[in-house]
């Protein structure tokens, strides 16, 4: 398994952004994939964006498409996710995730997970 931290939440208000960063503790190739998804009180752990550290194809929820782009950085086994214009219901924990095979919205198909970071937007 990999080991992940995440930095880089807190509070903003809406309208605002923040940037989420993702630390891997093995070299880039050992995960294939890389994800983050959200989780807010009361509900289900949902996807958010992926990509791949090969060729950096990247997906995104409908729901934060336009507003949040995943990106990596090779060189420091880094995923980092960027927020702009966050709304109230963004308001979530949020957690990277690695050890997929492939691309998938399911989170346990992942195996490796981060201890989550906070986000509140506030209206």
């Known amino acids: 398994q990999v080991q992940l931290v995440e930095s880089g939440g807190g509070l903003v208000q809406a309208g605002g952004s923040l940037r989420l960063s993702c630390a891997a503790s093995?070299?880039?190739?050992?995960?294939?994939?890389m994800a983050w998804f959200r989780q807010a009180p009361g509900k289900e752990r949902e996807f958010v964006a992926a990509?791949?550290?090969?060729?950096?194809?990247?997906y995104y929820a409908d729901s934060v498409k336009g507003r949040f782009t995943v990106s990596k950085l090779n060189a420091k086994n880094t995923v980092y996710l960027q927020m702009n214009s966050l709304k109230p219901e963004d308001t979530a924990v949020y957690y990277c995730?690695?050890?997929?095979?492939?691309?998938?919205?399911?989170?346990?198909?992942?195996?490796?997970w981060g201890q989550g970071t906070q986000v509140t937007v506030s209206s």
């Open positions: 995730a690695a050890g997929a095979l492939r691309v998938t919205v399911t989170a346990t198909a992942y195996n490796s």
């Open positions: 093995v070299p880039s190739l050992s995960t294939a994939t």
């Open positions: 990509i791949t550290w090969s060729g950096g194809s990247t």
